[in-house]
């Protein structure tokens, strides 16, 4: 692809897409800055590979895609014992909550910190299908996985939110 019109789509996908990356990685990893340094990571890695893009994935997807595998590397590099930690229980603390989550309501915050103690791969579900709203389809080719197995794990993610919440003393007809 010509370098003009690889620098137009990429200027075209930040516009649209940036915030929504942002967000993703602000809720997978609770850091303000490194989730915008990893969001321009993200468009860096993007505009690299846009060669190897086959447009078998609609563009927000595969943004959604380098997002979560450069969030999950970071994670691994940054503190391997701490990943390994969090892909099993997650566990956080109130210093690692951004400060933008203090402007939410009590419910959302609660939210959120129950969500950060979730196994990642239910935080990321959760994330992805009832946060940023995509599709199971979308959900399953962002995280590489069945349609079916998106489907299940929804299921078992919102019930172990739920069961946290509850566990924290905050109980809601829905999440």
Known sequence: MEEGLKKERLHEW??????DIYRFILMMLGDDEQAKDLTHDTFIKAYNSMDLFKGDVNDKNW???IARNITIDYMRKRKPILFMIDSFSAVIS????????AL?????EQLYCSLRKLKRSYRELIIL???K????RETAEVLNW??????????????????????????????
């Open 129 to 131: 299908r009832k946060i």
């Open 146 to 175: 069945s349609e079916g197995k998106v489907k299940v794990t929804l299921h078992r993610a919102l019930l172990a939110l739920k069961n946290q919440m509850e566990k924290e003393g905050f109980y809601y007809e829905t999440i």
């Open 63 to 65: 943004l959604y895609f």
């Open 133 to 136: 709203e995509l599709s199971i």
């Open 104 to 108: 939410l309501g009590e419910r959302e």
């Open 94 to 101: 109130k210093n690692h909550i951004p400060d933008n989550i």
């Open 14 to 19: 930040y516009h649209f897409y940036s915030e």
